[in-house]
């Protein structure tokens, strides 16, 4: 569960300074979500640079951690109060979108070498996909341990598993990339594909929000950030196989047959 706070800019009247009036107190609503655990709304009235952030932290309780709000709200600088920040779904659309890009090219799996940079292990369970398109495929993460029981459980299946390590020193040699920053990976020479703007790098962001969760976005709400806190709050997995939007290194956007043929001549 998370907390959206929306903010009603209000400036007390000249009857409420002079009566000393409190505000109106701040209001939670419970919003069902469909397949998954509720979410919160709370109004508060209140001038932007006058939010009583003590009472948003008493009536949301533990999802004061877990908040949703518009970009220019500036929050305290408190362990109580903080902004959802995701983990786990841009990077698994992100793996779903190349996958799908991959089976569209074609490309024999012996020309394929794959990184993976998965910090917090969020394609743990799930990366085995790309075992269809390469022949070597290479996970940085900084959970090795649980990489590591998932490899060895693959290849007593399918014969097949990962190289795993800490370090990107691990990914010279790979022709592709997949990274929620590309920023930090070192080989310019390979296709990159970033969750975030990275120079040189296919952009892999944004999921397109189906009926009925389009129709719960709060105003002023980052449709993704919502996406990904309904994921990984609210448990909604049907939003984890969904694909990406895909933007090609100069900002144009591409459907994937597209990116398929931009990636088959690099490799």
């Known amino acids: 569960m998370f907390t959206v706070l929306e903010l009603e800019p209000r400036v007390p009247t000249f009857r409420e300074k002079v009566l000393h009036r409190k505000p109106p107190q701040p209001q939670l609503t ?10 919160f709304i709370l109004h508060v009235a209140a001038p932007p640079d006058a939010i009583p952030w003590d009472t948003v932290f008493y009536t949301a309780g533990r999802c004061a951690a ?36 991959l089976r569209l090219a074609k ?7 794959i990184g993976v940079h998965d910090p917090n292990g969020a394609l743990c369970g799930s990366a085995e996909i790309l075992l269809r398109y390469a022949a070597d495929v290479r996970i940085v993460t900084e959970k090795p341990d649980d990489y590591a029981a998932y490899s060895r459980s693959l290849l007593e299946q399918y014969g097949a598993g990962f190289t795993v390590d800490t370090l990107v020193s691990l990914f010279r040699g790979c022709n592709v990339l997949l990274c929620p920053d590309a920023q930090i990976l070192p080989d310019d020479s390979a296709v990159r594909f970033s969750c975030t703007p990275a120079a040189g790098a296919f952009l892999l962001r944004g ?5 009925p969760y389009a129709a719960l976005l709060p105003d002023g709400i980052d449709p ?8 990984e709050l609210c ?8 694909c990406a939007d895909c933007f ?19 490799l």
Not at 30 to 39: C, E, I, L
Not at 207 to 211: F, K
Not at 224 to 231: G, I, P, Q
């Open 224 to 231: 993704d950030l919502f996406a990904a806190a309904l994921y």
């Open 66 to 101: 877990r908040l949703l709000t518009a970009p220019d709200i500036v929050l305290p600088k408190s362990d109580r109060v903080r902004r959802f920040v995701p983990q786990f779904l841009p990077l698994r659309t992100a793996l779903q979108t190349l996958s799908y890009i």
């Open 248 to 266: 090609a290194p100069d900002g144009t956007t591409l459907t994937p047959e597209d990116a398929a043929k931009r990636l088959t001549p690099h």
């Open 207 to 211: 999921v397109p929000l189906p009926e």
């Open 107 to 113: 490309l024999p799996p012996k020309r394929l070498c």
């Open 30 to 39: 419970r919003v069902a979500v469909k397949s998954g655990a509720p979410f």
């Open 235 to 242: 448990g909604v997995h049907v939003l984890g196989t969904l």
